[in-house]
Each structure stands twice: as structure tokens, then as C-alpha cells.
């Protein structure tokens, strides 16, 4: 079983490029997960034959969001965190807005395992989003994950926005404190591994020069100045079921890449 996850940054754009298809027929994948739709799911442009359509769209326009097309039916789809853990964390508005209205989850319930698709909120350029991110989203996150391994194995994928050691970004002394590279979005990512979650590409891959997103400035791209913030984690219950996990730099569309992983089920 193949599952992808790609950070499209607005997938109609992706399908009027014309490079969603070949993103398709490339990876021919079982499961897709997407990340910054920027849609509504009458919006987007194609049908994927043998593919259902779950989609978790941002109440603001144009903003943020989640889908999943799988061609396995899942038990069930569920939308967002649940509302006792929302409540618990006090995760809720800001300056910035209301991570609960930006359609940032989408979880999927298969027979041998939960599937959480995740849009993690950006701490912002000046880190106007970090106290919330820190202290609110991210331990409310790792509380469903928790409450959702109780009962089977957990996959997660998506744009966790965080890079979790100096080997995930080209500059890491550059960045040091910047969003996506402070101690406190890499904390939190360590939680989530020290709770029995597994990295799933370092299972295979180790060392740096591996990246899922890029500036579009200063052809970072071309030169490979990234930073790996896409992920495919797994609980420890499945590592052995995990038989690849990619990065498929060579495909465009958006300023991130799609990321894989291939199961045995």
C-alpha cells in the first residue's frame, strides 16, 4: 500500500500548471494526502477515477485546508481535533486567527490502521504564532495521536512546519530561532518520537541534502537549499511494516515536494 502527502500550496494552481495528473501516474499511489488546498472540493478541476474524495477546507477562502483521495474505503473520515481536546488545550483564537476554522486535520480509519493527514500552523515570520503553536496546538495534536494509537497503529503525514535537526535544513546556524527551527517547535516534534513515533525516511535515509520545501527565491531549488518540514510518521507498532519511505524532489508544482511511504499490509 502506497501513501503520499504533498504540501500542493493551492491545488488549483497545481492542476492549471497541468502537473497534478503526472503526480498521479508517477507515484500511482493508493492513498493521497494533501496539505494547502486552498479549495473548496468543488473547486479543483479533475475527477481521479477510483479515487473517493474527503476534503477539510478552511472557513476562510483561498486559506489552508486538508484532503484525502484514497482508492481503499475508509471506515470513517473525521474532520479536525476533537472538541474535548480543543477545549482542554484552549486551542483557539489569536492574533493570527482560529487554527480550528483552518481545516488543518483529516483523519482516516482503515482496517490496520488511523491515517492523520496535518497542516501543522506556521509560528509566523516574527513568531507571532509560536506561544500558540507551542503551548496549545502541538501538545493538543500529540494528545490525539495518543487517544488514537490506544486502539490501532497511527500513520501520520503532512507539513509538520518544523525541521527537526540540523540535518533537515541546508542553514541550520542561519536559522537558529527562526520560524520552523526554534527549540520549541523541535521539542515538541521530539515528544512526539519519544511517545513511540518513528521518522519513517530516516529509517532508510540518513545524513543531510534531503528536502521537501524551498524558497522561490534565489533558485534554492536548483541549488538544493531547502528544508525537510514534510513527514511521514509512523507508530513503532508498523515500522516493520514500512518498506519505503521517498522524497520525490523531481516532481513540481509547488514549492514543496510529494513524500511516501509504502506499506505492508
Request: glycine residues 8%; charged residues 25%.
Amino acid at each position: 500500500m502506497r501513501l503520499t502527502s504533498w504540501n500542493v500550496n493551492g491545488i488549483r494552481a497545481v492542476q492549471r500548471k497541468g502537473l497534478f495528473d503526472p503526480f498521479v501516474a508517477s507515484l500511482s499511489p493508493d492513498v493521497i494526502c494533501l496539505q494547502e488546498t486552498k479549495a473548496e472540493q468543488h473547486q479543483h478541476e479533475c475527477d481521479l477515477d477510483g479515487y473517493e474524495e474527503y476534503w477539510h477546507s478552511a472557513s476562510k477562502k483561498g486559506y489552508s485546508g486538508t484532503a484525502i483521495f484514497t482508492r481503499p474505503t475508509p471506515l470513517s473520515v473525521v474532520t479536525g481535533l476533537p472538541a474535548s481536546l480543543v477545549k482542554k488545550y484552549s486551542l483557539g483564537e489569536d492574533t493570527f486567527g482560529n487554527p480550528n476554522d483552518e481545516g488543518r486535520t483529516l483523519t482516516a480509519d482503515y482496517d490496520d490502521f488511523y491515517l492523520v493527514n496535518v497542516y501543522t500552523p506556521n509560528a509566523k515570520g516574527d513568531l507571532s504564532r509560536l506561544r500558540q503553536r507551542h503551548q496549545q496546538w502541538d501538545p493538543a495534536f500529540l494528545a490525539y495521536l495518543r487517544s488514537l494509537r490506544k486502539k490501532k497503529p497511527v500513520v501520520v503525514c503532512g507539513d509538520l512546519n518544523v525541521a527537526h535537526t540540523n540535518d533537515d535544513l541546508a542553514n541550520p546556524k542561519a536559522n537558529v530561532g527562526k520560524a520552523g527551527f526554534t527549540n520549541e517547535e523541535r521539542q515538541r516534534f521530539d515528544e512526539i518520537l519519544a511517545d513511540g513515533f518513528v521518522d519513517s525516511f530516516r529509517l532508510f535515509t540518513q545524513g543531510n541534502g534531503h528536502y521537501t520545501w524551498w524558497s522561490n527565491f534565489s533558485a534554492a531549488r536548483e541549488r538544493n537549499v531547502g528544508w525537510r518540514i514534510d513527514y511521514f510518521l509512523v507508530s513503532s507498532d508498523l515500522v516493520g511494516r514500512v518498506r519505503a519511505a521517498e522524497i520525490h524532489a523531481e516532481l513540481m508544482g509547488s514549492d514543496h515536494c510529494p513524500v511516501s511511504i509504502t506499506l505492508d499490509l
